[in-house]
């Protein structure tokens, strides 16, 4: 009779037992699945801002506490979340100039009111340059938001350069064109595109030199020209950022890239790569939340 008994109560109670545990793993994995959701959404709306500071012998005094703020591959990101963060975080940042490296439009939904709506903000703080990236010039709408930023007032250095002055000090910052603009007709390849760019500019050699340039791959090119600082983006810090690795894929470098975020050196040039604030084609970020960097300089 005993042994009946158990029998009875095992086979009445194991079912219940089982179907507890798939509660319990369904809910866990639910609520893994929600922590990760919050997590990927955080991360592509918290704006971070990245603080580098330069010193060269080629700065002059008046440059010295210099603050440039960087902003790139927005893709005309219709997320005001992050948008508005990127704004408020600029203006705290106290530019005394603003530069935009590239991407502010999206060629697969290119939507430039929605970029100047955040790109005339911007222009309400400090001056604002700008430099074409591969998005705009696959688009046929580049000529649009070319034409509103220069209706703004916005520098668009296209191939060309402008001296800044502080009192008696100079300094240049120049713009390269992205090479896809021209590459899509046959033009050469993207370092030779680029080395004519640079090639072409009169600019005295002696000052301190700013680049803004969308392609971080060309840092040979830069370094050869005698670059000081180089301002880029394009490589969305990786897309997927892994420990101890760093970024998983990047445009135009592939898996593993090289330059795909933060500080890089080759001989006397300094280049700094955005991680960018917007996303393309593949739609979000791991681990790479939002970037804008604030580079001051320091003579000396």
Do not use: W
Not at 95 to 118: E, F, H, K, R
Not at 267 to 281: A, L, P
């Amino acid at each position: 009779m005993i042994t009946k008994y158990s029998m009875k109560k095992q086979a009445n109670t194991t079912p219940g037992a089982g179907q507890s545990r798939l509660r319990r793993r369904i809910i866990l994995l639910l609520v893994l699945a929600a922590a990760f959701a919050a997590y990927v959404y955080y991360g592509n709306t918290a704006v971070t801002v990245t603080q580098y500071d330069v010193s060269m012998e080629k700065i002059p005094p008046g440059f010295d506490g210099f603050r440039i703020v960087q902003i790139s591959d927005l893709h005309n990101s219709h997320n005001s979340l992050m948008t508005g963060s990127l704004v408020r975080k600029t203006a705290q940042a106290s530019p005394d100039m603003i530069v935009l490296t590239g991407d502010m439009i999206d060629s697969y939904y290119p939507d430039v009111d929605s970029a100047m709506s955040v790109i005339g903000q911007l222009n309400c703080i400090a001056p604002v340059y700008y430099v074409i990236g591969n998005h705009e010039a696959r688009t046929g709408k580049s000529g649009s938001l070319i034409r509103k930023m220069k209706q703004q007032g916005i520098s668009v250095l296209s191939d060309s350069y402008a001296v800044i002055r502080v009192a008696d000090d100079e300094i240049v910052v120049a713009g390269v064109n992205d090479p896809r603009r021209l590459n899509a007709d046959g033009q050469g390849s993207d370092a030779e595109i680029v080395k004519s760019a640079l090639g072409s500019m009169d600019y005295d050699r002696r000052m301190f030199s700013v680049l803004l340039s969308h392609r971080p791959e060309l840092m040979n090119v830069y370094a050869t020209y005698g670059v000081d600082l180089v301002l880029t983006g394009h490589a969305h810090g990786g897309l997927i950022r892994l420990p101890f690795i760093g970024g998983l894929y990047a445009p135009h470098q592939g898996l593993f890239p090289t330059y795909c975020a933060g500080l890089y050196t080759a001989g006397g040039t300094q280049m700094i790569v955005n991680r960018g604030t917007g996303n393309s084609g593949f739609s979000f970020r791991i681990n790479d939340p939002p970037e804008l960097v604030v580079t001051v300089l320091h003579a000396g």
